[in-house]
């Protein structure tokens, strides 16, 4: 075989790796948003049934008229919404200030630091619950977004902080030399100087956080006693019940509950790939 031919069938290899992979990755999405549209006749049935051939709303129309637990799904929408962006802002503000701190900063401690934050995202989320539901009683903020809120910055914080430290370190610090001979203030350098260079990195946390706290189960569902304060996450439990379950009702809700995620993906996705080829390559 020539080494023209090898390179040619090398390069058919992954490409038919590549498609294999994208099948294996697109296809429960499809099967989700295709469900969603069945008839319950095409739903609960032996056959393999790819395509809907009765395409309906009657789930998606139910979800949003019925809603669930005695509430609109909307309001698990907004409180989903709510969780995941007052996560992603509230991470991205102490993330970036925790990780210029540890990247600029030579203090005692520093390194003991670095290696809690990797501690820290090895231990699972579930060996924390009793300790965080504990703290969260005590702070006043059991039953509260608020509450919510500040668990999954806890969470994602580690993360945050690591992969923003590595950004940060990147930059060469006699752009900000420069721009205090200019007579810029330390303030006004991190804001005009290290911010904009590390943008691609904090999108890219953020990107994290948000879909973190978007599809956040465990605590939304132990914190939160009132049913007017669960997630989207929580609310899907409710349709698996002890005479079966509705499948088309979840899939819909799914659907549905994907939609903003896919929107927030879309809108920063230039600035989140640029985001993880530098975070990948710099350090």
């Known amino acids: 075989m020539t080494p023209l031919a090898r390179k ?6 992954l490409n038919a790796i590549g498609i294999l992979v994208f099948v294996f990755a697109i296809f429960p999405v499809y099967w989700m948003v295709s469900t969603a549209f069945k008839a319950n006749d095409q739903i609960f049935t032996t056959e393999f049934i790819p395509f809907p051939t009765h395409f309906t709303f009657e789930h998606v129309e139910r979800v949003l008229t019925e809603g669930v637990a005695g509430n609109s ?11 995941a962006l007052g996560t992603v802002l509230v991470g991205a503000v102490f993330s970036l200030l925790a990780a210029t701190a540890v990247a600029r900063f030579r203090f005692k401690g520093r390194t003991a630091f670095l290696m809690l934050l990797l501690v820290a995202q090895m231990i ?14 005590d702070l006043g903020l059991a039953d509260q ?15 945050g902080i690591w992969m923003l430290r590595t950004f940060v370190a990147a930059v060469p610090k006699s752009l ?10 330390r303030l006004t350098t991190f804001w005009r100087v ?31 006693s009132e049913s007017s304060g ?22 819909a ?12 993906f879309l809108i920063v996705q230039r600035r989140m790939v640029t985001g993880l080829m530098a975070g990948a390559v710099k350090g």
């Open 176 to 185: 900000e030399e420069a721009a205090w001979i200019d007579g810029a203030s």
């Open 73 to 83: 799904i909307w309001v698990y929408m907004r409180n989903s919404a709510i969780v």
């Open 253 to 264: 809700s799914s659907t549905m509950m994907t939609i903003p995620v896919v929107i927030f």
């Open 8 to 13: 040619r069938l090398r390069k058919a290899v």
């Open 230 to 251: 669960y997630t989207m996450p929580v609310a899907l439990q409710y349709f698996f019940g002890q005479k079966g379950t509705d499948w088309g009702a979840i899939m």
């Open 145 to 159: 977004l608020a509450g919510l809120i500040l668990v999954n910055v806890g969470l994602t914080l580690p993360f």
């Open 194 to 224: 290290l911010f904009p260079l590390v943008a691609p990195g904090l999108v890219a946390t953020s990107i994290f956080s948000f879909i973190t706290a978007w599809n956040e189960l465990i605590f939304a569902l132990v914190l939160m």
């Open 124 to 137: 699972p989320a579930e060996a924390l619950l009793i300790p965080l539901f504990l703290r969260v009683i």
